[in-house]
């Protein structure tokens, strides 16, 4: 007789676990699964609006014509696909199945010069405040067209409309709610570009985010509209699986745009390397004034593109529009991961919950159902009572939906967090009366990856990535705290401030706050922390015992110390002070856990290489790359250290 095979005994088992698991045979029997093409009906619209251009409109209306329904309405440079009223797309229109049985009339664009929509597409479209003749147009007057033509010719809604997007879309949600039509009621922009040099996807600090622009640049090319989408997308061939070894080949930023190809929505991310007025008028922040509809702004905590986007939009209205219903989500995901996924984890970090399906059942249908229906109008069942808080955050570390009147929370306390000597974080500010200080020599042949593994792109776990790997190597710099007693609890923007010197005429100060955990840790069993799925499943395994946790991390190019607008040489040996802003968070360090500082000069390739000369960084020649002496003091008259807001512990 022969021995069965481990792959028998496997398939054996799992045959024993199915069988094991069978539904009783006289229970009920399922309800069949959701199919929209039994519901609604697609049609196709070619809309004009005011200059004569005509938008590729695709609509998706119940077939249930014995009630009214709001209109959902997303705006997109990524195409409303598949093309063709028998071909139906309506869920990439809808954020879940649950709006399309609630009963909304589902509306989805091409924005102007995409796809099949006619007109030019202009990067982050610069919003005209004074529209004087009909050539005069913007994505809010584009939508406000849009908006009347399907009040004029759809039958069945109610004369409500909401917007809403992810990402690109999310930020014509936003340009689409300044002096709006009166039709729309709610707009929910989900992480919104605000300002693509600062902070959102092109620039961090001053410097370029290189490996996340190449990849999408490489597929998201100039099209001569209108025009069907290609069967299959062509993937770039990088040649290697390591991005590390693939940009560090190239001498600069423009050998790399001639390797990618005639692209000049590239070309001109590189062209423009500080705050010109190319950036200063795609900004849409100092434009969101006088907004009529409510606004639900969603963010991800870990959103590797857009975390900035999102607080700052949310920042713009309450400043500048006081009035409007104006309220913030936070939670603990990637780049559009609440409607991506359950969102219970991201690389080895478990937030213990499907944060994911919470916030699409208990916040964003409720939000459209309370501004998009009528009173005497049939709601979707279920909704909650309770009024959404102001902000609503997702607190990571203690894994906890916090609900606040304002963001960051008023009730927070500044406290600054000093660099000591032996490489110590403390509360206390440093007693040496003499200069002290600590070096690191930075070399651009040799940069400080921002992974610990081989990978292209940015995988989206590196917003919590294990940084082990970083604290061994000479070139950074690591500071921790003594063991928390108690849970701290730090809250909004973070800043650093750093007194330094450079050996060189400019530099990169790379800041990362980190979480350190426990070196005695029982590692839990399933459910727990689980080997990375999908996206981050090629990540290797590491022990959760002692894992440093990246909680936020951010440059500052040194060049731009003194403003965005005009590069400066630093004078080498002079002792600085700069200012690192890293973006909001909302973390728990528990007890038990260290806070840990990394500085390094270096990212890569996650922002472009700094020569560590002053020279123009896109054309720099192979001998203005040049290895430097960085120093960061920390004494009585140079006190560096980072600037938190705290939370007191709940006990």
């Known amino acids: 007789m022969l021995k069965p095979t481990c792959a028998a005994l496997a398939a054996l088992c799992a045959f024993c676990v199915a069988a094991n698991a069978a539904e009783p045979a006289d229970a009920p029997p399922k309800p069949p699964a959701y199919e929209p093409r039994e519901h609604y009906t697609k049609y196709e619209y070619r809309i004009p609006v005011r200059d004569g251009k005509r938008l590729f409109t695709a609509v998706y209306v119940p077939k249930d014509a014995s009630r009214r329904y709001p209109l959902l309405m997303t705006r997109t440079p990524y195409g409303c696909g598949p093309y063709g009223v028998d071909r139906d797309g309506i869920r990439r229109a809808a954020p879940n199945d649950d709006f399309l049985k609630a009963g909304y009339i589902v509306v989805c664009q091409d924005v102007r010069g995409r796809h099949q929509s006619e007109g030019d597409w202009i990067e982050m479209t610069p919003h005209r405040a004074a529209k004087r003749t009909p050539a005069d147009v913007d994505e809010s007057s584009d939508t406000h067209d849009s908006v009347q033509w399907l009040i004029d010719h759809l039958p069945g809604h109610n004369g409500r409309v909401g917007l809403w997007g992810i990402s690109y879309p999310g930020f014509y949600t936003a340009a689409s709610i300044i002096d709006s039509h009166p039709a729309i009621k709610a707009a929910s922009p989900q992480a919104p570009i605000a300002d693509l040099f600062m902070g959102d996807d092109s620039y961090h600090g001053g410097a370029f985010m290189l490996a996340a622009n190449f990849g999408f640049y490489s597929g998201f090319k100039p099209q001569r509209t209108p025009v069907l989408p290609p069967k299959q997308w062509p993937e770039f061939d990088y040649g290697t699986p390591d991005g590390y070894e693939f940009f560090l080949q190239f001498p600069n930023l423009d050998a790399m745009a001639a390797r990618l190809g005639a692209n000049p929505y590239f070309d001109v991310q590189i062209q423009h390397d500080r705050y010109d007025e190319f950036w200063r008028a795609r900004a849409i922040t100092p434009h969101l004034k006088n907004i009529r509809a409510a606004v639900l702004t969603v963010g991800g905590w870990f959103d590797a593109e857009d975390l900035a986007g999102p607080l700052a939009i949310h920042r713009a209205i309450g400043r500048q529009s006081p009035a409007t219903d104006n309220r913030l989500v936070m939670g603990p995901w990637v780049h559009g991961g609440w409607l991506r996924g359950p969102g219970r984890q991201l690389g080895r970090v478990d937030f213990r919950q499907a944060t994911s399906e919470q916030f699409q059942r208990d916040v964003l249908l409720p939000f459209f159902e309370q501004h998009l229906r009528a009173d005497g109008e049939v709601k ?54 003499q200069p002290e200080s600590d070096a690191w020599v ?8 921002f992974v610990g593994y081989t990978a292209l792109g940015v995988p989206q776990e590196y917003m919590v990535g294990d940084q082990r790997f970083a604290a061994t190597r000479p070139d950074v710099l690591t500071y921790r705290s003594e063991v928390l007693e108690e849970d701290l609890t730090v809250v909004g923007p973070i800043t650093a401030r750093l007194f330094v010197a450079t050996s060189g005429s400019d530099a990169d100060w790379v800041v990362k706050l980190i979480d350190v955990y426990p070196n005695e840790l029982d590692e839990p069993a399933e459910p727990g922390p689980r080997r990375p799925r999908g996206e981050d499943a090629g990540l290797p395994a590491s022990p959760l015992a002692g894992m440093q946790q990246l909680v936020r991390g951010e440059p500052l190019r040194g060049r731009f110390r003194h403003g965005f607008e005009r590069p400066e040489a630093m004078v080498p040996g002079r002792v600085e002070e700069l200012r690192v802003t890293l973006p909001d968070v909302n973390h728990a360090f528990r007890r038990g856990h260290r806070i ?23 054309s720099a020649k192979p001998e203005d790359f040049r290895a430097a002496t960085q120093r960061l003091y920390r004494w009585q008259d140079q006190p560096s250290g980072l600037e938190l807001r705290v939370l007191q512990p709940l006990r």
Do not use: C, H
């Not at 930075?442 to 990856?449: G, H, I, Y």
């Not at 922002?607 to 002053?614: H, L, S, V």
């Open 380 to 433: 979707a069942p279920n909704m909650p009572k309770a009024p959404l808080a102001k902000a609503t955050v997702f607190e990571t570390g203690s894994n906890v939906w916090r609900r606040y009147d304002a963001w960051p929370p008023q009730e927070a306390q500044p406290r600054t967090l000093y660099f000591a000597p032996g490489g110590r974080l403390a509360f206390t500010p440093p007693e040496a009366a």
């Open 596 to 618: 840990m500082v990394q500085l390094q000069s270096s990212w890569f390739p996650l922002i472009d290489r700094n020569p560590q000369t002053f020279v123009p960084i896109r």
């Open 442 to 449: 930075a070399d651009p042949a040799k940069p400080v990856p």
